[in-house]
């Protein structure tokens, strides 16, 4: 079975500082990563995803992620954070097989302070 | 552009009663998915729906029940509410059933008093 472990709940850091949201899978077979962001009281949003090819993967608001598979990891990273980039951000996978059904994870909350 | 589309954006209902929630996909698209979002959870998977049959399956109560409609808009039906049903329920929609991108609603927030 999929699952997805986010190994940090709430990431605090200072903005224009990078940052690093870590993402781990488990899966016996071919997967699909995808990072979303939710910011309050809304829908979650794509950020990028990765389903097959080059393994590093830039997205939308300046993040991108790699996909390793040997630590079977794709964290998300972002070079210069800003104020607007607090949210809650998930790892989500899918085995491309079950009608994109996603497995997310727990969810890291990204907080920025001035 | 046209979004998903979710009615009501909040619905306050009491213990045993009973909630229909709305999704509108993107046009054309023919593919719409239920995930639910307990308070400071992660989305869990509902029910899926592609072409107006179900998909695919997945944590959803015996209580609740789901359909697509011939306009590919779905709704899902929530019977014998409990307290912990409370939650956020997001709708997404995708055009096809392999690994398209998928757009999500701004949800609705469900309350069970």
């Known amino acids: 079975a999929q699952s997805v472990t986010q190994l940090d709940s709430q990431v605090p850091v200072f903005e224009e500082a990078p940052v690093e949201l870590r993402c781990n899978y488990s899966?016996?077979?071919?997967?699909?990563l995808f990072w979303y962001v939710q910011y309050p009281n809304q829908g979650l949003q794509l950020l990028l995803k990765y389903l097959s090819g080059s393994t590093l993967v830039k997205g939308i608001n300046g993040f991108e992620a790699e996909f390793n598979k040997s630590q079977t990891s794709f964290h998300l990273r972002k070079p210069s954070v800003h104020i607007s980039d607090t949210a809650e951000y998930f790892c989500?996978?899918?085995?491309?097989?079950?009608?994109?059904?996603?497995?997310f994870g727990a969810g890291t909350r990204l907080a920025v302070h001035p | 552009a046209a979004g998903v589309i979710q009615s009501p954006r909040h619905l306050i209902k009491e213990k045993r009663e009973t909630a229909t929630l709305k999704c509108y996909p993107i046009?054309?698209?023919?593919?719409v998915y239920w995930y639910q979002q307990g308070p400071g959870q992660d989305p869990q998977f509902l029910i899926s729906f592609y072409e107006k049959m179900q998909s695919d399956k997945g944590s959803i109560p015996d209580r609740f029940s789901a359909q697509q409609f011939s306009d590919y808009h779905s709704e899902l039906n929530m019977s014998s509410l409990e307290l912990g049903d409370s939650a956020l329920y997001f709708c997404?929609?995708?055009?096809?059933?392999?690994?398209?991108?998928?757009?999500f609603g701004s949800g609705t927030q469900l309350s069970v008093l």
């Open positions: 997404a929609s995708s055009l096809g059933g392999g690994n398209e991108k998928l757009f």
């Open positions: 989500a996978v899918s085995d491309g097989g079950g009608y994109n059904k996603l497995i």
């Open positions: 046009p054309r698209h023919d593919t």
């Open positions: 899966s016996s077979v071919s997967v699909y």
